[in-house]
């Protein structure tokens, strides 16, 4: 169909072009991308550090036959979840600063950060749980029972991680109504607070498994000590010296639990859409920071993990001997 200048609406007298309006529509300006931050920078570098100290970690465990105690496919899992949220952040300074924003960018990277981030909590848990029946359950720790066992509860975890992952993608999300946002946009205050307040009952839960480690643990101690009655002073001062340090490396993965988790969990449930975003920023990149922290606390501080790691790197330093510990690295 050919058009007339009078069916364009275009008057002869005005002088202006009369396929003004489809040039208006040819040459709509292009989506200019935003320079790189230093906020930039440092989201692509952490993720990418979290990214690949955890994938090293990961393969290291799937990649050794010998690692298939509970605790190791504990480690696995928390890796796993502690990976995607690495490249979570690093899909988030794509879309940012590398492509055009749009809807499904930010439900996918809400989306992958809330599965990482309830995956890792859960297998933190996971990990509290595991070194208390290690404790309670010495005899029966480690067996084939125990492994299937775990391997359930890790099932059972990354399926609930990914259905409420999906959550925001499914329409729990606020992108049509600007004032159900929560302080995370693109998630609704309603789906934010059931979030955190989830958080805050994990956080509960592995406060109190670490509180009935230490009754455990001194049980034990005491017990040793009655059958014993006395120790030489060799031994006596050696018993103290590993205990302090066992206490003193307790008391530094709590602190560092307690405080990447606990911040964000509380600000969740109190701020809104009207809060400053500074402080979203605050309380979240602790508990994003967690995913670089937890393979230096928990993964690598594994001697059979090291070990593996000492082969792969130095081999001709390593010896012969394949013996895998289980040990409670409290």
């Known amino acids: 169909m050919i058009l007339n200048a009078s069916d364009l609406g275009w008057d002869e007298s005005s002088g202006a072009d009369p396929f003004f309006p489809l040039d208006q529509l040819d040459n709509s300006s292009p989506y200019e991308v935003p320079p790189i931050t230093v906020w930039g920078v440092t989201l692509c570098v952490s993720g990418t550090l979290i990214a690949t100290e955890n994938a090293i970690v990961v393969t290291t465990i799937l990649a050794t036959p010998s690692l298939r105690a509970p605790v190791f496919l504990l480690l696995a899992s928390l890796g796993l979840a502690d990976l995607l949220a690495g490249v979570a952040l690093i899909l988030h300074f794509l879309f940012l600063f590398c492509m055009e924003p749009s809807d499904w960018s930010e439900l996918v990277t809400s989306g992958l950060l809330v599965t990482s981030l309830t995956a890792s909590l859960c297998s933190l848990m996971g990990v509290a749980l595991d070194r208390y029946l290690s404790l309670s359950h010495a005899l029966t720790?480690?067996?084939?029972?125990?492994?299937?066992?775990?391997?359930?509860?890790?099932?059972?975890?990354?399926?609930?991680?990914?259905?409420?992952?999906?959550?925001?993608?499914?329409?729990?999300?606020?992108?049509?109504e600007p004032n159900s946002c929560s302080v995370a946009r693109p998630l609704t205050r309603t789906y934010l607070s059931l979030l955190c307040g989830g958080f805050l009952v994990i956080v509960m839960v592995t406060l109190q498994l670490y509180a009935g480690i230490c009754r455990v643990a001194r049980r034990h101690a005491h017990a040793i000590a009655t059958q014993r009655h006395f120790l030489p002073?060799?031994?006596?001062?050696?018993?103290?010296h590993s205990s302090g340090r066992g206490f003193s490396r307790l008391i530094l993965v709590l602190s560092?639990?307690?405080?990447?988790?606990?911040?964000?969990?509380?600000?969740?449930?109190?701020?809104?859409?009207?809060?400053?975003?500074?402080?979203?920023?605050?309380?979240?990149?602790?508990?994003?920071?967690?995913?670089?922290?937890?393979p230096i606390l928990y993964s690598l501080r594994n001697k059979d993990i090291r070990k593996v790691l000492l082969q792969a790197c130095c081999p001709h330093r390593c010896t012969n001997n394949t013996h895998i510990h289980y040990p409670v690295d409290v």
Request: hydrophobic content about 45%; some cysteine.
């Open 256 to 294: 560092v639990f307690v405080g990447c988790w606990m911040p964000f969990s509380l600000w969740g449930l109190l701020g809104d859409a009207s809060s400053p975003p500074l402080y979203t920023y605050a309380t979240l990149v602790p508990a994003a920071g967690s995913s670089l922290l937890n």
């Open 233 to 240: 002073s060799n031994q006596s001062y050696a018993s103290k």
């Open 141 to 176: 720790y480690g067996s084939g029972q125990s492994r299937r066992r775990a391997a359930v509860l890790l099932l059972l975890v990354w399926v609930g991680a990914c259905v409420i992952g999906a959550g925001p993608a499914m329409g729990w999300h606020c992108l049509s």
